[in-house]
């Protein structure tokens, strides 16, 4: 890899029950709160910024 160059992976696990759409809203404005953060602070690199949304099956996730 290049040293001026490097990606940003997020990754948001949420419980089930959201719709699409809300699930792309969320990440429309989760993926330009990253572009607002990089352009604050990572000038001097090129970013590539990346985030998945995943969907826990709820009978798969425990709380206590």
């Known amino acids: 890899g290049s040293s001026?160059?490097?990606?940003v992976h997020a990754v948001l696990k949420i419980g089930p029950g959201r719709t699409d759409a809300?699930?792309?809203?969320?990440?429309?404005?989760?993926?330009?709160?990253?572009r607002i953060w990089a352009?604050?602070?990572v000038s001097s690199v090129r970013l590539q910024l990346s985030l998945e949304i995943h969907e826990l099956p709820g009978e798969l996730s425990w709380r206590r």
């Open 4 to 7: 001026d160059a490097a990606l």
């Open 22 to 34: 809300i699930k792309r809203s969320t990440g429309d404005e989760l993926i330009d709160a990253m």
């Open 39 to 41: 352009a604050a602070g």
